[in-house]
């Protein structure tokens, strides 16, 4: 028996971060064995880890809430 990929790559509803770039929450589990590879967060055609992806989160905050500071009197 031969399983597709969508046996094995599951992914979560997309979000949209900016003109055609998604990021999207992935997890593989082989279906034989059960061994599951993530969770991911898959941002256009690069995977992050769920710390990668907390600090990347954390890095575009700050820098939000250094221009808001910036053009603030």
Do not use: F
Not at 12 to 17: H, K, T
Request: hydrophobic fraction near 45%; charged fraction near 20%; charge should be negative.
């Amino acid at each position: 028996m031969h399983l597709g990929e969508d046996d094995w790559v599951h992914m979560g509803e997309p979000v949209a971060l900016a003109d055609g770039v998604l990021a999207r929450l992935c997890l593989s589990v082989d279906p034989r064995s059960g061994a599951k590879d993530g969770p991911y967060v898959v941002v256009g055609s690069s995977e992050y880890t769920l710390d990668e992806a907390a600090a990347l989160g954390v890095a575009l905050v700050a820098m939000a809430n250094a221009g808001h500071q910036a053009i603030r009197p």
